[in-house]
């Protein structure tokens, strides 16, 4: 069935330092969605990108859809402890547009 | 605008009952989708309402089942709790419906003892 696999699981890194989560897709995506869920919290939608190839930036975060829209990765500039948390992707279900596909999430946590 | 309540909060549960939980969306979203979330788990998805309607459920037994109503409010219904069952249930409404971008809720902790 359809996967979306994301990389690493974990991430630590001092602060200060950057971040980067991957996700890769088993099948071709009309979109993909970032959420973050920090610690006792539940997941905010950050972005979603449509088209091939895209960037968005928000502040030190960028976000890239590759250009087979089948990958995705999020990139934090400069950590702050703000940043802690979980951060998922999710696309449409390829069986059924009525459902996201999450990834299994990236846990960045910085190391005191 | 306000944004997703679940009640109750927290809920403790012994194996064998049942329970039900509640979820209104932000005003104006049709659509509620509901998950399972559980450590190491990430988010497994339940199913997903719009008008009223179920237009997908997820791979969860039969003791799993969902409604809308026409105030877009939903409820999620477990019958006769496992110890497996115990986790985080988040919902969460979008305007247009899954697959689009979805607003979640706190979520409702289930604990069964």
């Known amino acids: 069935g359809q996967q979306v696999m994301q990389i690493p699981q974990y991430q630590h890194v001092q602060e200060g330092e950057d971040f980067t989560t991957y996700c890769n897709s088993s099948?071709?995506?009309?979109?993909i969605q970032w959420y973050k869920q920090r610690p006792g919290g539940h997941p905010v939608f950050l972005i979603q990108?449509?088209?091939s190839g895209e960037v968005k930036k928000q502040k030190r975060l960028t976000f890239q859809f590759g250009e087979a829209k089948k990958n995705s990765s999020l990139h934090i500039t400069a950590t702050q402890t703000t940043d802690v948390g979980t951060y998922f992707c999710?696309?449409?279900?390829?069986?059924?547009?009525?459902?996201?596909?999450w990834g299994a999430g990236t846990k960045l946590i910085i190391k005191p | 605008k306000a944004g997703v309540t679940q009640t109750p909060r927290y809920l403790i549960k012994t194996r064998g009952q049942q329970v039900t939980l509640s979820c209104s969306p932000i005003?104006?979203?049709?659509?509620v989708s509901w998950y399972q979330q559980t450590p190491g788990q990430g988010l497994q998805f339940l199913f997903e309402?719009?008008?009223?309607?179920?237009?997908n459920k997820g791979n969860f037994p039969g003791r799993f089942s969902g409604r809308q109503f026409s105030n877009s409010r939903s409820e999620m219904n477990v019958s006769t709790l496992e110890l497996g069952d115990s986790a985080l249930y988040l919902c969460?409404?979008?305007?247009?419906?899954?697959?689009?971008?979805?607003?979640f809720g706190p979520g409702t902790r289930l604990t069964v003892t």
């Open positions: 969460a409404s979008s305007e247009k419906g899954a697959p689009y971008e979805q607003y």
């Open positions: 005003s104006g979203h049709r659509s």
């Open positions: 309402y719009f008008s009223e309607t179920q237009r």
């Open positions: 099948t071709t995506l009309s979109n």
């Open positions: 990108l449509v088209k």
């Open positions: 999710a696309g449409p279900g390829m069986d059924s547009n009525y459902q996201l596909i």
